[in-house]
């Protein structure tokens, strides 16, 4: 402490010293106070809102994209950016697509998509898209997205068609999500393997060099047939078998060593069976010892594998069961635009009807796309 | 403060020292330092967040009025936990979203389809037409296998080794228990029995989706799809399983349809479909029809999506573990099938499409062995056989016919040369030209003399006497095989006798038994069928169908 003489009069204080120790010591304390006292909480930023981001094709074909967050909108736009997919032929084919940046702040995204409707029929009405929904805890810089076209009606000669697939790749082009279209009603000769609801070895050949003693089976897979039987007594072969394939063009394929559809080798048992019987041992067969049907044909030199001809020598029959049935004449919404509706949107995407299955002579509608967050 | 605490008197009107306040500095400092885990909690953000939990709306059973209603189930994070029948007319379970959930996920599982039944049956004539019958009738039941074995290296052979086997390019009705033809092997008789069944239905949609938030002022109406019956209409085809379906309410307004997840499709009853049952005696591992064919129904898989156990066991689902399967087809049951070894014989015009015949290079085959049975002598351990012998006092005897080739003649007398067996095709060609080759042969040749009288006012002969030279008269397994030969004046041909006369023969039978593959008791068939007979009939019994399961939703949050 120091003495100074104000005014003639002597007054004591701090010196300049002990007020700097003060200081310190305050400082200190108060640094350590900082962890402490807890700092009020930081009000939610309004960036953190929920939201939802829209991809689909209006009435007049055109790609709209939409973005919203709560109280806000980036405005109704219409797609601009184009991308390549590669086609079956493999050539690359530009398309324009929704493109979608998620918001930084988003923490997860929920991705709805639904394939394009089928075209409907005289018969009635076609299948809606396949509805998929996905959680994304993590999140893409970028998405791109492609709506499945939407089949169109039977017209004439001119089968109904089924809904394209509604396609959602990330910036890298790696696909996220895939969501089929629609199946359009289709006759029995107009049929796929999609259409294949189930497959049943009805008989086969149980002679002792063809016995392995394993019951065949069939099932599809992979967009084939695939068939389990006994080839020879100590054989049991898998193999996949074409339903139909289709060129380009719209005709058959006719590689197929064993027909599954075509006039020879399967019939119609009646509007969605058909009945198949495998003669393949008169291709697959080379050694003549092997093959059974050896004297058969020897001595009816003019024959060939005939579904009619009852004692047609076959491995097995098996009868394919088709979906050709109709859904009714009403459109079939899906569930995509069901969620739309239900959670009271009044975006146009609504108006769209995202993938919902043509009617009775009625198109398809394109496929869509919902992402929240 | 500087001075003796006793020394009150003493008292100077001063300010704290720097070492004072510096103390109580210290003392506050401390206090304040001490306080965190009180300021802390003060200030801990309140967390708002709803706990988590799950509502599940379905179809079970009451086991107090023994019917089947409508049940919800509630169950959250804090130990809230309510199952509650909704009573016999309920169609749907109300729920109503909870505040302050950061997501929804909603799982939806339409009913499943019946499975089919057999009922009636269309047959396509391949020219066109199709019959419809009533299939009252399922499958013939087949008892037996057509099991075939013979011995040989049965020493002597007890059969003439012209016999060979004969496949024909059809649908025999079994295998050959034997390993080529030097072994038997009794352990592979075996019964297969031709089964029809009918398929089953397919299961229900799975449909799921994630919501970030549900409005309000919403409440939903979940109806979950009841599963497919059991119908014979539609040629016997299991009904559909119907939709499951979420209705959203807003509050005075009518519902909205939010999320359908389709029922699946009945099994077709249109398709006749059959597979081969094999039915080894004895506790069988064969009964595995239902994962070789479209028998069992379809599983949904509902129950690996809804996270059936969270957090805490309590939260575990009540939604039955088959919700959304579909039901299986109607199977044909075969009890009590026995296998036997038997071999069947049967000549060249009586032969049925679908028959294993043994035949030689002889034609004609006309006489019949049947219940013949060969095997290793060591087979009579064998359980379930039956030993049999064939013997001289028993033979199986076969009547078989040969072929002559005229070789010279005269006035008097007309010589052929007679082959019977497994000629050689040079010896058919010209059987003059080949030797005899001699009684332990496969064949054998005779030269025959006939004396004859011709009438020539009519141009016509008169055979007196056939001499069959060196014919033997008995059978001998190992020197005259063929023996007691004729010769047909009328058709120039030569027959003859061989037989089986010292084999050992066992007949043996395996019991198999079956059951029915979808896990379902088998039943008599109805009294529609004609054959029907107090259920004792047991090509009436059946595997019957069943309907599919009932659909259901979970909500999770």
């Known amino acids: 402490m120091v003495i100074i003489k104000m005014n003639n009069k002597l007054k004591r204080g701090f010196s300049l ?56 909108t980036t405005g109704r ?48 009405g076609a299948s809606e898209g396949q509805f998929v929904s996905t959680f994304y805890a993590s999140i893409e810089r970028k998405y791109y997205i492609l709506p499945g076209q939407g089949g169109k009606r039977e017209t004439g000669a001119n089968a109904a068609e089924n809904g394209e697939t509604t396609l959602v790749k990330n910036q890298d082009n790696d696909v996220m999500i895939t969501a089929n279209g629609g199946k359009a009603v289709s006759s029995l000769e107009n049929t796929t393997v999609n259409d294949i609801l189930d497959c049943s070895i009805t008989e086969w050949c149980t002679l002792e060099q063809f016995d392995c003693q394993i019951t065949p089976t069939c099932r599809v897979v992979d967009g084939k047939i695939e068939v389990s039987y006994c080839r020879t007594k100590g054989t049991y072969i898998t193999q996949k078998l074409t339903y139909k394939s289709e060129k380009s063009d719209g005709t058959v394929e006719m ?74 004449d009403d459109p079939n919404p899906s569930n995509l635009h069901r969620i739309i509706e239900s959670l009271q949107y009044t975006s146009k995407i609504k108006d769209a009807n995202v993938g919902q299955g043509g009617g009775k002579n009625q198109n398809g509608s394109a496929g869509g796309v919902l992402i929240l967050w | 403060m500087f001075g003796s605490f006793c020394n009150y008197k003493n008292k100077k009107n001063t300010a704290y020292t720097l070492a004072e306040v510096l103390v109580v500095m210290s003392v506050i400092m401390l206090i304040i330092l001490a306080l965190p885990p009180v300021t ?34 509630t169950a959250e994070e804090n130990g809230r936990e309510i199952e509650t029948p909704l009573g016999a007319s309920a169609t749907y379970c109300e729920f109503k979203p909870t505040s302050n959930s950061i997501y929804f996920i909603m799982h939806a599982v339409g009913g499943g389809g019946a499975g089919a039944i057999v009922y009636t049956r269309e047959i396509d004539n391949g020219d066109g037409t199709i019959d419809t019958v009533n299939v009252s009738d399922l499958e013939d039941k087949q008892p037996y296998v057509q099991a075939i074995s013979y011995l040989m290296t049965s020493n002597p052979m007890p059969w003439p080794n012209w016999a060979t086997w004969v496949d024909k390019v059809t649908l025999p009705k079994s295998s050959i228990p034997w390993d080529g033809k030097s072994r038997f092997d009794v352990g592979s008789v075996d019964t297969k029995q031709i089964l029809r069944y009918r398929s ?30 059991i119908s014979k209409a539609n040629n016997g085809s299991g009904g559909d399983g119907e939709d499951t379906k979420i209705m959203y309410i807003y509050d005075g307004e009518a519902p909205i349809e939010g999320l359908v997840a389709k029922g699946g499709k009945g099994g077709n009853g249109d398709i006749d479909s059959r597979i081969s049952y094999s039915l080894v005696g004895g506790p069988s591992t064969d009964f595995e029809i239902s994962s070789k064919a479209s028998i069992a129904g379809k599983k949904s898989g509902f129950n690996d999506v809804i996270e059936s156990v969270e957090k805490y066991d309590m939260v575990q689902t ?14 044909q049951y075969a009890k009590e099938t026995d296998g036997q070894v038997y071999y069947e014989y049967d000549d060249n015009n009586g032969i049925g499409f679908n028959d294993r015949r043994i035949e030689s290079d002889w034609k004609n085959i006309t006489d019949k062995i049947k219940e013949a049975f060969f095997t290793r002598s060591n087979f009579s351990t064998e359980p379930n056989c039956e030993l049999k012998t064939i013997d001289s006092s028993t033979p199986i005897i076969v009547k078989r016919e040969g072929f002559c080739d005229w070789l ?29 080759p001699g009684p332990e042969a496969d064949w054998k040749k005779f030269t025959v003399v006939i004396d004859y009288i011709y009438n020539a006012a009519n141009n016509s002969f008169t055979y007196t006497n056939v001499d069959i030279k060196n014919a ?37 039978t395996k019991k198999g038994s079956s059951i029915c593959s979808n896990g379902l008791e088998p039943k008599s068939r109805s009294k529609e069928s004609t054959n029907y007979t107090n259920g004792t009939n047991e090509k009436q019994m059946k595997c019957p169908a069943s309907g599919g399961s009932d659909g259901a939703v979970v909500i999770l949050w």
């Open chain 2, 408 to 436: 010279t003649s005269d006035y008097t007398t007309l010589t052929y040369t007679c082959a019977i067996g497994k000629v050689p095709s040079a010896a058919i060609s010209n059987i003059n030209s080949v030797a005899d």
């Open chain 2, 40 to 73: 802390k909690k003060v200030f801990k953000i309140k967390d708002t967040r709803k706990a988590h939990g799950r509502y599940e709306c379905y179809w079970k059973v009451n086991e107090t009025t023994g019917k089947k209603e409508l049940w919800s189930y």
């Open chain 1, 255 to 328: 590689g197929n060593p064993r027909f599954i559809v075509n006039n020879v080798y399967t019939k119609p048992k009646n509007a969605n069976t058909w009945v198949y019987h495998d003669i393949s041992q008169f291709s697959d067969y080379d050694d003549v010892s092997l093959d059974p049907t050896a004297t058969y044909k020897a001595n009816r030199p003019d024959w060939t594998p005939n579904v009619y001809d009852i004692y047609a020598p076959s491995m097995y029959t098996m009868e394919l069961l088709m979906n050709t049935t109709a859904e009714g």
């Open chain 2, 472 to 508: 033997p008269t008995a059978y001998n397994p190992t020197n005259a095989k063929f023996y007691n030969c004729n010769f047909d004046t009328s058709l120039m041909k030569i027959y003859c006798y061989t037989q089986i006369s010292n084999g050992k023969v066992y007949k043996c």
């Open chain 2, 318 to 331: 009540k939604v039955p573990s088959n919700a959304g399967d579909s039901g299986s087809g109607e199977t």
């Open chain 1, 17 to 72: 010293f002990e007020a700097f120790v003060v200081m310190l010591i305050v400082a200190i304390f108060v640094a350590l106070m900082a962890n402490t006292v807890a700092h009020r909480p930081k009000e939610k930023v309004a960036s953190e809102a929920h939201g939802r981001f829209e991809c689909y094709y209006d009435s007049n074909g055109k790609l709209y994209q939409q973005m919203y967050t709560e109280g806000s």
């Open chain 2, 200 to 229: 089953s239905g397919s299961a229900g949609n799975i449909v799921s989706t994630f919501l970030p938030q549900l409005p309000g002022n919403v409440t939903l109406r979940l109806y979950p799809g009841k599963g497919g019956e």
């Open chain 1, 77 to 124: 736009k219409l797609a601009t950016k184009e991308i390549g997919f590669e086609k079956e032929d493999g050539s690359i084919e530009m398309k324009k697509v929704c493109e979608f940046v998620p918001p930084s702040y988003a923490k997860y995204l929920i991705i709805d998509a639904v394939g394009g409707g089928a075209g409907g029929s005289p018969k009635g």
